[in-house]
Every structure is written in structure tokens, then in C-alpha cells.
């Protein structure tokens, strides 16, 4: 192996920058801000009882501890998602990671609007849960955008049809 200089005339970089679409910034950016409404769901209690006001980090019986697997796991894969999304390494991996935000989205608002339900039919709603359903709507939103910045990416690239006169 032989090293070779290079002249100060040749340039270093092969092409320009290639920046990300704002629209994809944002799904990425609002989908953080979900996930951080997500975890802050779990502090706050979801329900007020008569014998007690249980969050998902606090909860009310023995054994509810593996309650917590659920919403942690849609604030981690959230987080990495809208990362992926925001950095954009290639549109295959944008396209999942905007998936992956929709879907987490859904499950975690199906899962926030389940507590609420229960604790509408035996006590009171807490604001954990309310916070919740908000996070994971955003968790929605955010990944809609995500997958709208993907698409119109591709449309952006995609070569013009001729048009034929008829």
C-alpha cells in the first residue's frame, strides 16, 4: 500500500449534502415529544380508587411490576424510531421506522384508553391516562408524517411519464 496526497484542488466530498425534508423533522420531532408524554403517563396515576391511585410505576397490587414491559417498550422503540426517522439513512429504513411509529402509536393509545376505561367503570380517570392518549395519538401523527415525507420523497424521484398525444 502506497499513500498518495491529495492536492488541495481536489475536492473531498463527492456530492452536496443531502438534507433531510422538514416534514420528516417534524414527524421525528413530534414523535419524540410523544414519547416523552408516553413516560410521563406512567408517573402520574391512571385511576383514582377508593383505596388508592395507581400509575404504572406505582402500582397497586403485587405483581403488577410486569405492567410496565408494555409502555417502556413504546418509549424505547418510539425513541429509536423517530431518531431513525429524523436521520434518515436510507428511505427502506425511514419507511419501517415511520411504521414502527404509527403502529406503537396505535397500540399505546389502545392500551392508555383500556385504563381509562377501567377506571371510568370503578373509580376515577387520572391524568396518566389522559396523558397517555394524548402520547400515543402524537406517536400516530408523528409517524403519519414520517411516512408522508417518505412518500413524497419517492414521488419527488420518480421519473416523469412521457406524455402521448393522442
Known amino acids: 500500500m502506497r499513500w498518495v496526497p491529495v ?37 402520574f396515576p391512571y385511576a383514582y380508587y377508593s383505596d388508592g391511585s395507581p400509575s404504572i410505576f406505582n402500582g397497586a397490587f403485587v405483581g403488577d411490576a410486569w405492567f410496565i414491559a408494555e409502555p417502556v417498550t413504546v418509549v424505547l422503540g418510539g425513541l ?10 436510507n428511505r427502506p ?12 402509536g396505535v397500540q399505546s393509545t389502545t392500551m392508555w384508553a383500556g385504563y381509562m376505561g377501567i377506571a371510568a367503570n370503578q373509580g376515577r380517570v387520572g391524568p396518566g391516562g389522559i396523558i397517555g392518549v394524548v ?9 403519519s408524517l414520517a ?17 402521448s398525444s393522442t
Open 7 to 43: 492536492s488541495p484542488s481536489q475536492p473531498l466530498a463527492s456530492g452536496p449534502a443531502r438534507s433531510r425534508p422538514w416534514i420528516a423533522i417534524a414527524g421525528g420531532a413530534s414523535s419524540i415529544v410523544a414519547v416523552i408524554l408516553q413516560f410521563s403517563a406512567c408517573i
Open 80 to 89: 429509536i424510531a423517530a431518531i431513525l426517522v429524523m436521520i434518515g439513512i
Open 93 to 104: 429504513t425511514a419507511a419501517l421506522s415511520a411504521g414502527a411509529l404509527v403502529a406503537l
Open 135 to 143: 402520547g400515543g395519538a402524537l406517536l400516530i401523527a408523528g409517524g
Open 147 to 163: 411516512l408522508t415525507a417518505v412518500v413524497t420523497e419517492r414521488l419527488k424521484q420518480a421519473p416523469s411519464e412521457p406524455k
